[in-house]
């Protein structure tokens, strides 16, 4: 892959106003460092440092990811109600299904301010591994079911990484995309709905209806898809990120010398999650119940 296109520039070839300005070289001691840049969190470092070896190829490789999920995204978020309807049928508690897709928007909600944070904190590509993880744990789980609690287990835990899928993408597409051009751009990636609009329908149908395949085999079919789909966007962001380390470009371990109980506390601070917990609480208090 090339590394010698820069990204983060206007058209003009001037940085973007909006990008931190970071030191080429990591330094030997963090205190030689202006304090802007030292309490910039290790995702938005990383991220920085790759941009400076990110190529034609490596680019159109992170595109068609991005394309790919985007598609994925809006054929999942079409379809999968389905699936669920159909197996609470199965099950005979239909009713419940009511009560999971409650307890799905209240995870949905929180899990986005979530791993919006948790992007800047461990890295995006990191993040793109949690949420790929918790997306095909849940599927599995889904598929596998053979009770409403299962299946409601399956659906939550894949609520987690649907949640921070959808907002990874976004913040992958700022990072590719000039500030001018980024409202377009993301507009760009709801494009798939009107595809799916129509071939979501007739695919739902041809899942649920088929007796080789079925509703189980709907939750699998899209566990590989998105597996493949995201596969992309996750390798060539490692390989930035190592690339960009194995050239002593600018690499955050603010965390080095700490200990494991040093490390959980500003994790823990960083991703503010005692404020997650509260405002979780909260609106689980307020709207489960109704």
């Known amino acids: 892959m090339d590394s010698d296109n820069k990204s983060y520039q206007n058209r003009d070839g001037s940085p ?10 990591c330094p030997n001691d963090m205190t030689d460092v202006p304090l802007l840049v030292q309490q ?33 995204y809006g054929l999942d978020n079409i379809t999968n109600w389905e699936f669920g309807t159909y197996a609470s049928n199965e099950f005979g508690h239909a009713n419940w299904y009511s009560v999971i897709q409650c307890a799905m928007a209240i ?13 800047d904190v461990i890295g995006r590509a990191e993040a793109y591994v949690v949420c790929l993880f918790f997306y095909c744990l849940g599927y599995i789980i889904c598929a596998a079911s053979h ?17 921070g899928l959808q907002i990874a993408l976004p913040i992958v597409i700022a990072d590719l995309t000039p500030l001018r051009y980024r409202a377009l751009v993301s507009t760009l990636t709801s494009v798939p709905y009107f595809i799916n609009f ?11 209806t088929s007796p080789r395949i079925g509703w189980r085999w709907g939750y699998g079919l899209y566990c590989i898809c998105f597996v493949f789909a995201i596969g992309p966007i996750i390798a ?10 194995k050239a ?24 503010d999650l005692i404020g997650m917990f509260f405002l979780g609480a909260t609106i689980t208090l307020i709207f489960l119940p109704l």
């Open 236 to 245: 060539v962001l490692f390989w930035a990120q190592n690339r960009a380390k």
């Open 40 to 72: 910039t969190q290790a995702g938005i470092w990383k991220v920085e440092a790759a941009a400076n070896v990110w190529g034609p190829i490596s680019k159109t490789l992170l595109w068609v990811g991005v394309g790919l999920a985007s598609y994925m």
């Open 248 to 271: 002593n470009l600018v690499y955050r371990d603010g965390l080095a010398g700490q200990t494991f109980l040093q490390k959980t506390w500003s994790f823990i601070i960083e991703a």
């Open 16 to 25: 973007d106003a909006a990008t931190p300005e970071l030191a080429k070289t």
């Open 147 to 163: 009770s409403m609690g299962t299946l409601g287990a399956g659906l939550v835990i894949y609520e987690i990484g649907f949640s």
């Open 107 to 119: 995870l949905l909600a929180l899990g986005t301010p979530f791993f919006a944070k948790i992007t």
């Open 198 to 208: 129509y071939a979501g329908s007739k695919i739902e149908v041809l899942i649920v």
